[in-house]
Nanobody, 118 residues
Framework: QVQLVESGGGLVQPGGSLRLSCAAS????????MGWYRQAPGKQRELVGTITSGDSTNYADSVKGRFTISRDNAKNTVYLQMNSLKPEDTAVYYC????????????WGQGTQVTVSS
C-alpha cells in the first residue's frame, strides 16, 4: 500500500510558477512510475506527465517546455515544477503511483487545487 499526499497548490497569476510536491509513504517508492494528472471543472482527468523508476519523463503536449517532473527517491517525493502558467492550467492536480501489475499497484493522492488567474 502506498499513500500519496500532494501539496503546493494555490492561486498564481498568469505567467507565474508553482512547484507541487507529492510525498509517498510505503516501501519501494523507487520502483514506481510516478505521474501527475489534472482535472478541470467539467472535464475528464488528463495526464500531465510521468517519470519512470529510471527517471525517463513524458509530458502532455500542452505542458511541454513549461512543466518539469522530477523525483527524489531518498525523500520518497515527486515534484511538478510549473512555469509560465496559463489560465487553462487551472485544475485539481493529482499524484499517481503505479507499477505492474497495475490492478494491484495503482495509487492516487487526494489532489491539490491550482488556480491561475489575475
Amino acid at each position: 500500500q502506498v499513500q500519496l499526499v500532494e501539496s503546493g497548490g494555490g492561486l498564481v497569476q498568469p505567467g507565474g510558477s508553482l512547484r507541487l510536491s507529492c510525498a509517498a509513504s510505503g516501501n519501494n517508492f523507487n520502483t514506481y512510475t510516478m505521474g501527475w494528472y489534472r482535472q478541470a471543472p467539467g472535464k475528464q482527468r488528463e495526464l500531465v506527465g510521468t517519470i519512470t523508476s529510471g527517471d525517463s519523463t513524458n509530458y502532455a503536449d500542452s505542458v511541454k517546455g513549461r512543466f518539469t517532473i522530477s523525483r527524489d527517491n531518498a525523500k520518497n517525493t515527486v515534484y511538478l515544477q510549473m512555469n509560465s502558467l496559463k489560465p487553462e492550467d487551472t485544475a485539481v492536480y493529482y499524484c499517481n503511483a503505479r507499477k505492474m501489475p497495475e490492478w494491484i499497484f495503482n495509487f492516487w493522492g487526494q489532489g491539490t487545487q491550482v488556480t491561475v488567474s489575475s
